[in-house]
């Protein structure tokens, strides 16, 4: 008689192995983006679908493009081996990077820089002049997993003499850059962190209404959101995307209005010779924003629903 364990493995090698996304029509590349500005159609899955479109006339590799539920989402599609390549806020690339699940492909060049900025934003009408006004005031932020609606904001509040988790009145966790404005516009909460991009592009599409909210603290340069691929996608496909985003700006068949990058914005390029080192150097101004840091944020969060 057959031992059960015996059976089980004759069965698992009966199986046909499952086949790679490799880029195909019938495989295609499986591209998750975090919902920096909701993740709509209208939003940042709109804002990327011309860049995968530009690619695939410039290599033949095909993309299949959806906006993950959250920046946590995204992490974990990408470790769980759910995508293939991902858009990731600095601090999300930063959890994949270090669990093994992406490797750097590139980041985008805007005006010039490969930077942007978050900030702390309030009424307009607000008496809040500096940060240390934001004493026993509300705040919303975005996801935990975000560099700019969320950990910059923080560091920011600390560096003014502001504990978030004890001089703040409540902490309201929103989940995106434009739920947070949204919370602020609406009175919700006295200030909001969020990126200047997103901040630009609520105001365009009438989200904010223009001279209701002002800045009140602005971060550092932030290395911009970077591009990722999976390590498990192969070294000629890796190597082909590389080479297709360093040139995408200048190809032929590629309409310049569809390199775009973050906000929607038409960028200069995309830079591909930074290391992940350089982003990961840029984030050590928010390192006091640890795992532990994030925890207690969210129960503070949840505290004061």
């Given at each position: 008689?057959l031992?059960?364990?015996?059976?089980?493995l004759?069965?698992l090698?009966?199986?046909?192995?499952?086949?790679?996304?490799?880029?195909?029509?019938?495989?295609?590349?499986r591209?998750?983006?975090?919902?920096?500005?909701g993740?709509?159609?209208?939003?940042?899955l709109?804002?990327?679908?011309?860049?995968?479109?530009?690619l695939?006339?410039?290599?033949?590799?095909?993309?299949?493009v959806?906006?993950?539920?959250?920046?946590?989402?995204?992490?974990?599609?990408?470790?769980?081996?759910?995508a293939?390549?991902?858009?990731?806020?600095?601090v999300?690339?930063k959890?994949?990077?270090?669990r093994?699940?992406a490797?750097?492909?590139a980041?985008?060049?805007?005006?010039?820089?490969?930077t942007?900025?978050s900030?702390?934003?309030?009424a307009?009408?607000a008496?809040?002049?500096?940060?240390?006004?934001?004493?026993?005031?509300?705040?919303?932020l975005?996801?935990?997993?975000?560099?700019?609606?969320f950990?910059?904001?923080?560091a920011?509040?600390?560096?003014?003499?502001?504990?978030?988790?004890?001089?703040?009145?409540?902490?309201l966790?929103?989940g995106?850059h434009?739920?947070?404005?949204?919370?602020?516009e609406?009175?919700?909460?006295?200030?909001a962190?969020?990126?200047?991009v997103?901040?630009?592009?609520?105001?365009?599409?009438g989200?904010?209404?223009?001279?209701?909210?002002?800045?009140l603290?602005?971060?550092?340069?932030i290395?911009?959101?970077?591009?990722?691929?999976?390590?498990?996608v192969?070294?000629?496909?890796?190597?082909?995307?590389k080479q297709?985003?360093?040139s995408?700006h200048?190809?032929?068949?590629?309409?310049?209005k569809?390199?775009?990058?973050?906000g929607g914005k038409?960028v200069?390029?995309?830079?591909?010779?930074l290391?992940?080192?350089?982003?990961?150097?840029?984030?050590s101004?928010?390192?006091?924003?640890?795992?532990?840091?994030?925890?207690?944020?969210?129960?503070?969060d949840?505290?004061t629903?």
């Amino acid at each position: 008689m057959l031992k059960p364990l015996f059976v089980c493995l004759v069965c698992l090698l009966a199986l046909p192995v499952a086949k790679a996304q490799d880029g195909t029509s019938e495989r295609p590349l499986r591209v998750l983006l975090i919902p920096a500005d909701g993740g709509t159609s209208d939003g940042t899955l709109a804002d990327f679908k011309p860049l995968f479109e530009g690619l695939t006339r410039m290599t033949g590799l095909h993309f299949d493009v959806k906006a993950g539920q959250s920046y946590a989402a995204v992490v974990e599609g990408m470790c769980s081996g759910v995508a293939e390549v991902a858009w990731f806020g600095p601090v999300a690339f930063k959890e994949a990077y270090e669990r093994d699940c992406a490797e750097l492909l590139a980041v985008e060049v805007t005006d010039g820089s490969a930077t942007y900025y978050s900030a702390i934003f309030t009424a307009a009408d607000a008496n809040i002049e500096t940060v240390s006004d934001m004493h026993g005031k509300s705040l919303a932020l975005g996801s935990v997993h975000s560099a700019s609606s969320f950990a910059y904001p923080l560091a920011l509040l600390k560096e003014g003499g502001v504990e978030p988790l004890n001089d703040l009145s409540k902490i309201l966790i929103t989940g995106s850059h434009s739920n947070s404005l949204m919370a602020l516009e609406n009175g919700l909460v006295d200030a909001a962190g969020a990126s200047f991009v997103s901040f630009e592009r609520a105001v365009n599409t009438g989200s904010i209404t223009p001279g209701r909210v002002r800045i009140l603290e602005k971060s550092q340069p932030i290395p911009n959101p970077p591009l990722a691929v999976s390590p498990t996608v192969s070294e000629t496909v890796r190597r082909q995307l590389k080479q297709a985003l360093s040139s995408i700006h200048e190809a032929e068949g590629v309409d310049p209005k569809m390199i775009r990058g973050y906000g929607g914005k038409i960028v200069d390029r995309y830079d591909t010779t930074l290391t992940a080192d350089t982003v990961l150097q840029a984030l050590s101004s928010i390192g006091m924003i640890d795992a532990a840091y994030k925890s207690a944020v969210l129960k503070r969060d949840s505290e004061t629903r």
